[in-house]
């Protein structure tokens, strides 16, 4: 005989607001244990609760497809998931680009 438990897979999206992922956190443990899980598992940003969302934010979207228009999207992305090292430098110079715009000083003399 085997023993078995139940786990669920938490998914939301943790902010740095301490209270409001403590509040989500515990409704989606009480739906998972009302359905029977044993262990509930949650993302790994749950439980930090400094602002990890201090990134700038890159839109790619027009500009891989534009590359991909230029070059054949097997130049770019093959896959449609990972880029090639001409797309990895499409990506590389456009987050550069956004992080010079919005904030120099992280880049330092960039």
Same mark, same amino acid.
């Given at each position: *005989?085997?023993?078995?438990? $139940?786990? $669920?897979? @938490?998914?939301?999206?943790?902010?740095?607001?301490?209270?409001?992922?403590?509040?989500? *956190?515990?409704? !989606?443990?009480?739906?998972?244990? &009302?359905?029977?899980?044993?262990?509930?598992?949650?993302?790994?940003?749950? %439980?930090?609760?400094?602002?990890?969302?201090?990134? &700038?934010?890159?839109? !790619?979207?027009?500009?891989?497809? @534009? =590359? $991909?228009?230029?070059?054949?999207? =097997? @130049?770019?992305?093959?896959?449609?998931?990972? +880029?090639?090292?001409?797309? %990895?430098?499409?990506? =590389?110079?456009?987050?550069?680009?956004?992080?010079? %715009?919005?904030? +120099?000083?992280?880049?330092? %003399? $960039?």
């Amino acid at each position: *005989m085997t023993d078995t438990f $139940a786990i $669920a897979v @938490a998914q939301f999206a943790p902010t740095a607001d301490e209270s409001g992922n403590l509040a989500i *956190m515990t409704a !989606l443990i009480e739906s998972a244990v &009302t359905r029977g899980a044993q262990v509930v598992v949650f993302p790994e940003y749950s %439980s930090y609760f400094v602002d990890p969302f201090d990134a &700038t934010l890159v839109e !790619l979207h027009d500009t891989v497809t @534009a =590359a $991909a228009a230029e070059h054949g999207a =097997a @130049a770019i992305v093959p896959d449609g998931v990972h +880029p090639t090292p001409q797309g %990895s430098a499409i990506i =590389a110079d456009a987050w550069l680009a956004a992080v010079v %715009s919005e904030a +120099p000083e992280k880049v330092g %003399s $960039a």
